[in-house]
């Protein structure tokens, strides 16, 4: 996966994240479930750019 669609998941997520968490709480089920996806993309997207 490129830098590019690195970034646009990890926008997606945060957002969907977000908006989730707004209608029930941080603490949804769905809401830690995309918070831990986030930090998984944000940890590759960090590898990667220490790479170049």
């Not at 830098?3 to 968490?21: T, Y």
């Not at 831990?36 to 993309?41: E, P, V």
């Amino acid at each position: 996966m490129g830098r590019a669609e690195l970034l646009k998941q990890i926008e997606e997520h945060r957002s969907r994240m977000v908006e989730l968490a707004l209608q029930s709480s941080f603490a949804n089920e769905k809401v830690v479930e995309i918070s831990s996806k986030l930090d998984r993309l944000l940890n590759t997207f960090h590898q990667k750019t220490e790479e170049l």
